[in-house]
């Protein structure tokens, strides 16, 4: 990431799947549709969490942005008695998790440019382009590959299985609504 003054920055305006794409091009597209739904599915696993600790606070307001989520999942397993013993590890798990959303942010966001042809494997450039506070514009290219793809994958899904300890601990807290059919 270099900041820079009076810098074009070109961008261009392909079709995917492009012509000058490798013909090993579809498993980078396929992996990064996978991380992009792996990642929704992570996001609503959190989301899903934070209401039930809403439900057991008696709170209303969701809070969207990460720093908020994690003050209040630190603020419940902090509080509460039976989760108590569990702080330390849920506070670093949703940590990781937020480190990780950053990572995601740029795949989601990023402008994507061709595929790097002479590439042991499928390899594109992506490239931020953030607006700062003092009017500058913050351009960072980053060159990403399959593995890199694939990896953040595998940690976005490790990240979901782990989650689930806390998601049985928090549910224990809350028995579901008379509402909910039983068989």
């Keep these: 990431m270099t900041p820079h003054t009076n810098v074009a920055v070109r961008i261009k305006a392909h079709n995917t799947p492009h012509h000058t794409d490798p013909a090993d091009a579809n498993e980078f597209y396929a992996a990064l549709g996978m991380l992009s739904v792996a990642w929704g599915r992570l996001e609503g696993h959190v989301t899903g969490n934070l209401l039930t600790i809403m439900t057991v ?5 969701l809070p969207l942005k990460w720093d908020n989520r994690l003050d209040l999942w630190r603020k419940v397993f902090r509080s509460v008695p039976g989760l108590q013993p569990h ?33 042991v494997e499928p390899t594109m450039t992506a490239r931020a382009i953030k607006a ?3 009017a500058t514009i913050e351009v960072d290219d980053r060159r990403i590959t399959l593995s890199m793809v694939k990896r953040a994958l595998e940690e976005c899904n490790r990240l979901n299985r782990e989650l ?20």
């Design 132 to 134: 700062k506070k003092d």
């Design 164 to 183: 689930a300890q806390f998601t049985n601990l928090l549910a224990s807290l809350a028995p579901p609504p008379a509402s909910v059919l039983r068989m």
């Design 87 to 119: 702080k330390e590890r849920a506070v670093a798990l949703m940590k990781s998790i937020i480190d990780a959303a950053t990572d995601r942010n740029f795949a989601a966001h990023a402008v994507w440019e061709d595929f790097e042809l002479d590439a």
């Design 57 to 61: 606070q008696g709170t209303t307001q």
